[in-house]
């Protein structure tokens, strides 16, 4: 039948969105009582049975108890959002990541992914990654989005993130960019769970200069960092090496400004890059 996808290819998204469709048709309810049930808006259920926004992992399994769907949804989703790249980014993203109760971060070049708009991600990768397609682009893009959605989880993650002055001053994507960029960290920071600390571009302490890295606590699993530098990475729990990282972290940390002379100086931020585009 017209619009049902016959005749062309479905996205993964449109293919998603299709089968909640049915299974939600077929359980009785309206996009505004699934909506109800599971604590979003009615347009969110319409945009991603449309295709258009993909449905969040999260919300998945959630969807699938509701609608019976013996696990569709989750697994339909699961094998969109599969990670691709090296094998320590996807085990750090698969394994680590989403299950930390903690996250302390160092950032001496970039606002760590975690925090990125879509624009100052975007731009990230179409700036940093060169001979790069425009779909490895947005690929890379949609990946990054989609880490972020443990900070909307009902147990996110406190985050504890330590980034240099000069990551406020660097043009990523233009004056807009920067600007919304800046806006974003200063909404996020007001989340009990989310603590940002700039440390200032003088500061003598030099043991953040070789890399930056990921602190991960996780409940009933050892603390593990991941370290990426000159585009290699490394994942581990290995004692000594994550004593070590931790050693660094206290340094630049100590060097760091107070939060709220961290929030004034992102504000001031944002004011230079106000206005350009």
Known sequence: MP????????TPEQRIGRELARARKAAGLSQARLGRHLGVSPSLISHVESGSRSLRIDLAPRCDTLLKTG???????????????????????????????????????????LLQTEPYARAVFRNGLAGSS??????????RLRRQV????????????????????????????????????????ERPTIHVQVVPHDAPCTAGLVSNFVIAEIPDSPTTVSVDSAGKGEVSADHDFVSQIWARYDKIRAEALR?????????????RWKGGS
């Open 259 to 271: 939060p709220g002379e961290t929030v004034k100086m992102i504000k001031e931020a944002r004011g």
């Open 150 to 189: 443990i900070l909307d989880g009902e147990k996110p993650p406190t985050l504890w993130v330590l980034i240099d002055e000069w990551v406020l001053r660097r043009p990523v994507g233009g004056r807009a960019v920067m600007h919304d960029q800046m806006q974003q960290l200063l909404s996020l920071v």
């Open 134 to 143: 425009p779909k490895e682009v947005e690929d890379g893009v949609s990946a």
């Open 3 to 10: 619009g049902d996808g016959e005749g062309k290819r479905l």
């Open 71 to 113: 696990g569709l949804l989750e697994r339909l989703c699961r094998s969109l959002t599969a990670p691709s790249g090296p094998s320590w980014y996807i085990r750090w993203v698969e394994e680590v990541e989403p299950y930390s109760r903690i996250l302390r971060s160092w950032d001496p070049l970039l606002v760590p992914g």
